[in-house]
C-alpha cells in the first residue's frame, strides 16, 4: 500500500551553527569571496546529530568540492503567494518565481562550497543560512548536471541586466553618520557597504529592503540590528544618522538579552542619545 501523502514527516539530520544571527547578515547571494573563517575558526559549520547511520552516510562526500543542502525557513510561520523580492522594482510576484522565505512549505536549498570533514562536522563556505537552520538533506554538488549558466532567468535577467548598469544614485554619509559608521567598524559592526549597495540603486520606500518614509521628508533603512535615517536630492542619498533598530527600553526588557548587537546599541545610544530612531512612521 502506497503511503499517505496528505501529510509527511521529516526530521532533521543536523543544524549549521554560524555567526550570522538575524536575516540580514545572511546575504541572498553570498560572496564566494568573503573569508571562511574567523581567528583561525570556519566559520560556517553544519553538525550532524549523533544519529545512527549517519557517519557512514558521509562516506566518499569528501571528495567534492561543493554540495546540496535541503533546508527548513525556521523562523517563518506563514506564507503568502505573492511576495515582493528586495531586488528590482517594488512589485509583487508569484512566490514559486522567487526564493522567498514565505512559501506553502518553507523549504530552501542552498549550494556551498565543502571546505573540510571533521567527524560529524562538516565546515562550510559561505552560505545564506543563520544560525540553527535545521537541514534535512545533503546531496553533492555535480557541475555537469546541476549547472546551467545560459538558460533565461526571467525577471531576474531583466533584474541583473539593469544591476549591471552603473549606480544611478551617489550615496555619502554625513559628518556625524561617519563618525558613528567609524566607532561601529571599531566595534566589529559594518553595515555601510550593504548601505551603499541598496541606496545606489534605488532609496525609494521598499518593504523587503526595509526602507520607509519618515516625517520631514526622510526615509529609513534597516539593516540587521541597526538602522539609517537619509534623505533624496536630485540623484545624491545623504545619510545622516545611524542607530540601533530598538529602543532602549526595549534592550533592558528582561528576555531581550539575545537581541544581536545589544551591548553595542546601549553603547552606541550612552555615546549618542538621540539616535534613538522612531520605530515606525
Not at 566595534?187 to 520631514?216: A, K, M, N, V, W
Not at 545611524?242 to 533592558?252: D, E, H, I, N, V
Amino acid at each position: 500500500m502506497p503511503p499517505d501523502t496528505a501529510s509527511l514527516t521529516l526530521r532533521p539530520i543536523g543544524h549549521v551553527r554560524t555567526s550570522q544571527q538575524v536575516k540580514f547578515q545572511a546575504r541572498h547571494q553570498p560572496d564566494e569571496n568573503e573569508s571562511t573563517s574567523e581567528n583561525g575558526t570556519v566559520r560556517n559549520v553544519l553538525e550532524l546529530l549523533p544519529d545512527a547511520g549517519l557517519d557512514l552516510a558521509l562516506r566518499d562526500l569528501a571528495g567534492f568540492e561543493r554540495i546540496w543542502l535541503l533546508w527548513w525557513f525556521h523562523r517563518n510561520e506563514t506564507w503568502t503567494p505573492l511576495v515582493r523580492p528586495p531586488r528590482g522594482p517594488s512589485q509583487k510576484r508569484g512566490v514559486f518565481a522567487t526564493r522567498s522565505p514565505h512559501r506553502p512549505n518553507p523549504l530552501g536549498m542552498t549550494p556551498v562550497r565543502l571546505l573540510g570533514i571533521e567527524g560529524r562536522r562538516l565546515l562550510l563556505g559561505p552560505c545564506d543560512l543563520v544560525d540553527g537552520t535545521p537541514v534535512f538533506d545533503i546531496k553533492p554538488y555535480v557541475p555537469a548536471y546541476d549547472s546551467f549558466p545560459d538558460d533565461a532567468a526571467g525577471w531576474i535577467d531583466e533584474v541583473d541586466a539593469a544591476d549591471a548598469a552603473p549606480p544611478t544614485f551617489a550615496v555619502h554619509l554625513g559628518k556625524k553618520a561617519q563618525e558613528q559608521a567609524d566607532w561601529l567598524r571599531a566595534h566589529g559592526i559594518d553595515y555601510t557597504s550593504r548601505l551603499h549597495e541598496l541606496l545606489s540603486r534605488d532609496p525609494s520606500p521598499h518593504r523587503t529592503r526595509r526602507i520607509r518614509r519618515q516625517p520631514g521628508n526622510c526615509f529609513e533603512i534597516g539593516c540587521g540590528a541597526w538602522r539609517a535615517r537619509f534623505t533624496v536630492s536630485d540623484r545624491r542619498v545623504e545619510v545622516d544618522l545611524l542607530g540601533p533598530a530598538y529602543p532602549r527600553r526595549f534592550l533592558l526588557r528582561p528576555g531581550y538579552e539575545g537581541v544581536p548587537d545589544r551591548a553595542a546599541q546601549l553603547e552606541f545610544l550612552d555615546r549618542w542619545p538621540d539616535s534613538e530612531l522612531p520605530l515606525k512612521a
